[in-house]
């Protein structure tokens, strides 16, 4: 199956680092079932701490669906509302996310 490498950008609140890396240790198991059933793997998500800002790469299927096309999932809207004290969000709670181009690639 072929698979598609995605990455986006997010912003984390001041001070809110050890938070967001507490909330991701501890991940609902409903939400990774979630993302894999919709073909997403190999999800990392990395912090630049000198402007809070998050760095997600994730690989999808080709007929799959990014994390951020699941935001009409009841799971993905719980988890939003849960993590929307600690990220820039946006009016429904989805966190303010901006696609990143590819530049280089190497395999």
Known sequence: MYMTKIAFKMKLMPG???EYKRRHDTIWPELVELLRESGISDYTIFLD???????????QESKGRSSQ????????????AYMADIM????????????????????
């Open 16 to 18: 809110c680092r050890a």
């Open 88 to 107: 820039e969000t946006n009016a429904d709670n989805s966190p303010v996310s901006v696609p990143l181009t590819p530049i280089f690639h190497l395999e």
């Open 49 to 59: 701490e000198e402007n809070n800002t998050l760095f997600a790469v994730q690989r």
């Open 69 to 80: 096309e699941l935001g009409s999932n009841p799971i993905v809207q719980r988890w939003w």
